[in-house]
Antibody, heavy 117, light 112 residues
Framework: EVQLLESGGSLVQPGGSVRLSCAAA????????MNWVRQAPGKAPEWVSYISTSGGNTDYADSVKGRFTISRDNSKNTLYLQMNSLRVEDTAIYYCAKKYYYYMDVWGKGTTVTVSS | DIVMTQTPVSLSVTPGQPASISCKSS???????????LCWYLQKPGQPPQLLIYEVSNRFSGVPDRFSGSGSGTDFTLKISRVEAEDVGIYYC?????????FGQGTKVDIE
């Protein structure tokens, strides 16, 4: 079964850092581009970041550009999101999602990041 | 950024009756390759979004044929021909024609 499992979410103070991981199972991560999407409480999902199959091409939402870094280790079948200079407004469930053509067909169950003092 | 606007915000439907959700984009979603990149997701309580429809009208694997999508350019519609209890949740449209991909604000569907 194709699955994604996020981990690393926590309670962190404003200005702090967190690294999220997304482990793929049932498929070869390196064959697919990947995305991170977040969802603040009671809000619509928000696309956060994209990475190509090799990792050579990345993109970010303006709201996180310069603070978040997406990366991948295809040998470990794992995707990452390094989140620095965290703000209260970054509080959300963070999902990793597999890109298939021009849509996201498989999503993980998410990991929660809470930014609060 | 492309703004996605959904109506209505919420919908209460009798089982077996149809339902329709509208999604309008602030720019055309027609890509240079000739395809239109608009999809629909359903998010059930406590779950991640699940893909229903991609490229306006194509049902994703395993999606019942009571779900259908239509539209072009900037105006799109998701229709459920006969709503069932398992269809409750929040429906989101999303474009993927360019980064940033953006979602509508959602339409909450519940059963009367």
């Amino acid at each position: 079964e194709v699955q994604l499992l996020e981990s690393g979410g926590s309670l962190v103070q404003p200005g702090g850092s967190v690294r999220l991981s997304c482990a793929a199972a049932g498929f070869t991560l390196g064959n697919y581009a990947m995305n991170w999407v977040r969802q603040a409480p009671g809000k619509a999902p928000e696309w956060v970041s994209y990475i190509s199959t090799s990792g050579g091409n990345t993109d970010y939402a303006d709201s996180v550009k310069g603070r978040f870094t997406i990366s991948r280790d295809n040998s470990k079948n794992t995707l990452y999101l390094q989140m620095n200079s965290l703000r209260v407004e970054d509080t959300a469930i963070y999902y990793c999602a597999k890109k298939y053509y021009y849509y996201m067909d498989v999503w993980g169950k998410g990991t929660t990041v809470t930014v609060s003092s | 950024d492309i703004v996605m606007t959904q109506t209505p915000v919420s919908l209460s439907v009798t089982p077996g009756q149809p339902a329709s959700i509208s999604c309008k984009s602030s720019q055309s979603l027609l890509h240079g390759d000739g395809r239109t990149y608009l999809c629909w997701y359903l998010q059930k309580p406590g779950q991640p979004p699940q893909l229903l429809i991609y490229e306006v009208s194509n049902r994703f694997s395993g999606v019942p044929d009571r779900f259908s999508g239509s539209g072009s350019g900037t105006d799109f519609t998701l229709k459920i021909s006969r709503v069932e209890a398992e269809d409750v949740g929040i429906y989101y449209c999303m474009h993927s024609v360019q980064h940033p991909w953006t979602f509508g604000q959602g339409t909450k569907v519940d059963i009367e």
